[in-house]
């Protein structure tokens, strides 16, 4: 004979739910639910039989318009064969369109990639003319102080020619026969001098140096 189990016990398994347990709110809430999905699973399955009746008249209808059509199914046979034959084309010129496009999209990465390299290349030839620039401007410095260095030689040379004409003319005034000078005599070549002096004439002023010089 077994004993009863006392209702508090862990082991019962009838859990007994008062108003105030929140697993009756839950089962409560599940069970609202349960029956929402229910009603909406009967209207349902009402539709889809008024689906399934509507069906079974149009096929009803269709086996009709079948029977009353078997001469035109010939013509409706061939217009499908070339509908077809059409979607084929279709098809395949689509293909074709998408190869096209996808061989379009490689030439334009093509392209955009030597694009980028064509601006880098000019952007390293800009770089090169701005350093060829500079350095023509450097040039262009160094050649104007060249071109003012020759003018101030230009002027002390013209200074210069004009004393070189200044001193010809004063060697040819020098060298003029009817020169008379005074030297004193003697000879050097052996140490000694003489007292006296003598005229003499330039033959030229390379004449009339080395007598002044003696």
């Excluded at 392209?111 to 040039?139: F, H, N, P, S, Y």
Aim: charged share 35%.
């Amino acid at each position: 004979m077994s004993t009863p189990t006392s209702p508090a016990s862990p082991t019962n398994s009838v859990i007994r739910l008062n108003e105030n347990n929140p697993l009756l709110a839950s089962f409560q809430a599940y069970e609202e639910c349960m029956d929402k999905k229910g009603l909406s699973l009967e209207e349902e399955s009402k539709l889809l039989r008024k689906e399934v009746e509507s069906l079974h008249y149009q096929i009803q209808n269709t086996r009709v318009a079948l029977s009353c059509q078997a001469e035109e199914s010939g013509g409706l046979i061939e217009l499908n064969n070339e509908l077809s034959y059409r979607v084929s084309e279709l098809n395949t010129l689509l293909r074709q369109r998408h190869g096209d496009i996808e061989q379009l999209k490689a030439e334009r990465s093509a392209r955009d990639d030597r694009i980028e390299c064509l601006g880098a290349w000019l952007r390293e030839k800009e770089a090169l003319v701005d350093r060829m620039e500079a350095q023509l401007t450097a040039l262009q410095r160094e050649v104007d102080e060249c071109e003012h260095r020759l003018e101030r030689k230009d002027r002390e040379s013209a200074g210069l020619r004009r004393a070189l004409l200044r001193l010809r003319k004063r060697i040819k005034e020098l060298e003029k026969p009817s020169q008379v000078y005074s030297v004193r005599g003697g000879n050097r070549s052996d140490g000694r001098s003489h007292g006296h002096r003598k005229q003499v004439k330039a033959r030229s002023f390379w004449h009339l140096l080395y007598l002044l010089w003696r």
